[in-house]
């Protein structure tokens, strides 16, 4: 089963974040377009041709976010959207951000 056929279960705090060896048996189940940030968080950007292909991709990967109950952060603008993920209640990363990830590789 891929990561993305896996459902994001909500953090109720309390949990440690992943280490740096976890997070690196996650890395190869995504894009490898996506870079972890000071084992803090996921970051990918996305090209496109102009701003309206760039907000209809934010519309869906929020759309996505929505549905399973787990949200990123968008940065976005014309040809751009910068997606970025970690689990705020933790301040760190969990398996349900590289299932999000996964979820949005999709798109």
């Not at 109720?12 to 976890?22: K, V, Y």
């Not at 996505?64 to 787990?70: A, P, V």
């Not at 968008?74 to 040809?79: A, H, L, V």
């Given at each position: 089963?891929g990561?993305?056929?896996?459902?994001?279960?909500?953090?109720?705090?309390?949990?440690?974040?992943?280490?740096?060896?976890?997070?690196?048996?996650?890395?190869?189940?995504?894009?490898e377009?996506?870079?972890?940030?000071?084992?803090?968080?996921?970051?990918?950007?996305?090209?496109?041709?102009?701003?309206?292909?760039?907000?209809?991709?934010?519309?869906?990967?929020?759309d996505?976010?929505?549905?399973?109950?787990?949200h990123?952060n968008?940065?976005?603008?014309?040809?751009f959207?910068?997606?970025?993920i970690?689990?705020?209640?933790?301040?760190?990363?969990?398996e349900?951000?590289?299932?999000?990830?996964?979820?949005?590789?999709?798109?």
């Open positions: 089963m990561l993305f056929e896996k459902k994001c279960i909500p953090c109720q705090g309390g949990i440690p974040p992943l280490n740096e060896d976890q997070i690196n048996d996650y890395l190869p189940q995504i894009n377009n996506w870079e972890v940030i000071k084992l803090h968080h996921l970051r990918r950007e996305f090209k496109f041709d102009d701003f309206q292909k760039a907000l209809d991709f934010v519309n869906l990967a929020g996505i976010c929505e549905k399973s109950g787990h990123a968008f940065e976005f603008g014309w040809g959207v910068n997606v970025l970690w689990t705020h209640k933790i301040d760190g990363l969990v349900s951000d590289f299932i999000l990830a996964s979820k949005i590789d999709q798109l």
